[in-house]
């Protein structure tokens, strides 16, 4: 992770911690719309990288979701542009959270992966 720590969430939920654990199952380099796209596809690796991708994602959500039960939670970076985050991540949750039903919503940012930037931008001065 680039804080030096080991361990945190974002070495897993990253575009890099995605690509890190398909590299170490097959070996091979891809990126982490590309591993998704082979999961749709039928891929099992890639199905296997990406079902493990999901829970754990639903699982950290969930931990917020539990402390603070927020209306809804808006996903960006790089893998917010993966589809199968809102279809699945959404039902994932129900296992995880504390209560009986879950009313937080999970979405992709306005402006995708770009939202971090343009957030900068208007406090620039």
């Given amino acids: 992770c680039y804080c030096g720590k080991h361990g945190c969430i974002e070495t897993y939920l990253s575009g890099p911690g995605l690509e ?3 590299t170490s199952m097959t070996s091979q380099h891809l ?4 591993i ?3 999961a749709d596809a039928g891929d099992s690796a890639a199905a296997a990288i990406m079902a493990t991708y999901i829970d754990r994602f639903a699982r950290s959500l969930a931990t917020v979701i539990n402390i603070i039960d927020p209306d809804i939670v808006v996903v960006g970076g790089g893998l917010s542009r993966i589809e ?7 039902n994932a949750l129900a296992k995880c959270v504390f209560s009986d039903t879950v009313a937080t919503t999970v979405v992709k940012a306005r ?9 900068a931008a ?3 001065p």
């Fill in 36 to 38: 998704a796209s082979r």
């Fill in 20 to 22: 890190r654990a398909y």
């Fill in 111 to 119: 402006h995708g992966d770009a939202s971090g930037v343009r957030g």
């Fill in 84 to 90: 199968r985050i809102y279809r699945d991540v959404p």
């Fill in 31 to 34: 990126g982490g719309a590309e």
């Fill in 122 to 124: 208007w406090l620039w």
